[in-house]
């Protein structure tokens, strides 16, 4: 299995409040990716990152902000969450980007009430 | 806009028989197609792929057919067991567009194998 871990794995907030979600890989890739799965949509790229402090938009990016500063982690952050965001967030990694299979993180479950 | 499609939200098969999970894809720039399994609870995990230069990529009890005229592929697990029983996700990717591994998912089939 690849090395990856998300935390927290379940997390429950109000509307309004900021929400980090942390990705830590030990696999050492260059690419990381954070999708959202949802019933009726599969999973859908949020936001990706190709290096360190090198990140782009992904197709449901509006309300998330990411960042990079390191090697092994990748945050995804809710700055004033809202209903529509409720979700399980899953955490990705790619050695390569465009040659290699993306391996996927355990998941966290998000309910903003 | 879904640019990779799975129609059947659920399939039942019998156990020993072949299971034949379909994805449809719009967009002919796609040229790398996957498919994950996903147990609940789990991050969905790698099973095959296949690139548009092929039409059939085999792994033990696990085949992908492609065709690219109709945009079409599925997935063929023969002879299915018990522990098949997960949500099966297609996805799709311009991996040559240099797009940076960009994934896209279909909705999800959910596959019952019944003893």
């Known amino acids: 299995d690849a090395g990856i871990t998300q935390s927290p794995r379940h997390k429950v907030t109000e509307t309004g409040t900021p929400v980090t979600l942390r990705c830590h890989q030990t696999?050492?890739?260059?690419?990381m990716y954070w999708y959202r799965q949802d019933p009726g949509h599969g999973l859908r790229l949020i936001h990706y990152?190709?290096?360190?402090?090198?990140?782009d938009k992904g197709e449901v990016s509006d309300g998330y902000s990411v960042s990079r500063s390191k090697t092994e982690d990748f945050l995804l952050t809710l700055e004033s969450a809202t209903s529509s965001q409720t979700s399980v967030y899953f955490c990705?990694?790619?050695?390569?980007?465009?040659?290699?299979?993306?391996?996927f993180g355990p998941g966290t479950r998000l309910t903003v009430l | 806009d879904q640019q990779v499609k799975q129609n059947s939200p659920s399939l039942s098969v019998q156990e020993g028989r072949i299971s034949i999970l379909n994805c449809d894809y719009t967009n002919s720039m796609f040229d790398y197609f996957l498919w994950y399994k996903k147990y609940p609870a789990e991050g969905p995990t790698f099973l095959i792929s296949?690139?548009?230069?092929?039409d059939k990529n085999e792994d033990g009890r696990f085949t992908v057919f492609l065709n690219k005229s109709a945009k079409h592929l599925s997935l063929h697990i023969v002879p299915s067991q018990p522990g098949d029983s997960a949500v099966y996700f297609c996805?799709?990717?311009?991996?040559?567009?240099?797009?940076?591994?960009?994934?896209?998912f279909g909705q999800g089939t959910t596959l019952q194998v019944k003893p």
């Open positions: 990152s190709y290096g360190v402090k090198d990140t």
């Open positions: 696999e050492n890739h260059r690419y």
């Open positions: 996805a799709a990717s311009a991996k040559f567009a240099g797009n940076t591994g960009k994934l896209i």
């Open positions: 296949i690139s548009s230069i092929k």
């Open positions: 990705a990694i790619s050695l390569s980007g465009t040659t290699d299979t993306q391996y």
